[in-house]
């Protein structure tokens, strides 16, 4: 965890607006059994990353951590705003775990209406 929080910390200063080291430091929380931590690192993160893909990432990533620690609605609630927010058509990563985490099919918020 330590090795893990040095690297990808860096990453995070180096980086801000990726997803990846934000990402990649809350895996290594929740890998701990530290979700609550996960959470608060992602929230931080949250608003410094990039439009897009990135932020969908964090904010997909964020409402796995609030799950992770015993807060559905509140994990819930974030995937129902990403997916509400995202473009008509935007599509990835993200916006993919998303759908999957609310069981929606993939592609479902992407369709025209």
Known sequence: MPRA?????????????RAFPHVGRAMAWMNAGRPHEAVQLLERAL???GAG???DTVAAF???ALQLDGR???SRRVLQNLLRIAPQG???DGLRLARRMLGEA???SAAPP
């Open 62 to 64: 964020l409402a796995l």
């Open 90 to 92: 935007a599509d990835n």
């Open 5 to 17: 929080e040095l690297i990808l910390g860096a990453l995070a200063r180096a980086r801000p607006a």
């Open 106 to 108: 993939p592609g479902a």
């Open 53 to 55: 893909e990135d932020a």
């Open 47 to 49: 608003p410094g990353a």
């Open 72 to 74: 559905s609605s509140e």
